[in-house]
């Protein structure tokens, strides 16, 4: 099948075109003009959600880690105590985009942040189900 012309479709909407905020032969920023996320797009990678959104603050933890499982209770302490000045709505939303990741996939989380110590799809995934869980603990402790 042919590729369409164009910037690719939001990954979430499915049928919205992204607009193009920056785009080099390195690297493409583009946005949703529906849902306002974000996304990046590196020579020869995947479209991924950009810097700056829930899961690429939640993963920027384990860039260094081998594994990155053990450092779930850790992350999550350290997100809880940065959600702390954010209005309950905020860190609502932080949590529901992890878990919206985890429900529905739709992109390699992998490829969202280089790390220096590779992990695999499952172990970054299952690192962000803890996450997404002890958060949301504390949300409605």
């Known amino acids: ?17 992204l607009d193009v905020l920056h785009s080099d032969a390195e690297i493409a920023f583009l ?11 590196r020579a ?11 899961l690429s ?8 880690a081998e594994d990155a ?3 779930a209770e850790r992350l999550a302490e350290q997100l809880a105590q940065l959600a702390s000045s954010w209005d309950p709505a ?5 949590i529901s985009e992890i878990e919206l990741e985890l429900a ?15 992990k ?6 299952e690192f962000l189900r803890l996450v997404a869980v002890r958060l949301r603990e504390r949300l409605v402790n």
């Open 104 to 118: 529905d996939p739709i992109q390699a989380v992998t490829e969202i942040l280089p790390m220096a110590a590779p």
């Open 69 to 71: 499982i053990p450092h």
């Open 44 to 54: 020869g990678g995947a479209l991924v959600e950009r810097w700056r959104g829930p």
């Open 57 to 64: 603050i939640a993963l920027y933890g384990v860039i260094f």
């Open 31 to 41: 946005a949703c003009p529906s849902c306002q996320r974000e996304y990046t797009r």
């Open 1 to 17: 099948m042919a590729e369409i012309a164009g910037p690719p479709l939001c990954l979430r909407c499915k049928t919205v075109r």
């Open 120 to 125: 695999t799809e499952e172990n970054l995934r």
């Open 90 to 94: 905020t860190l609502e939303l932080f």
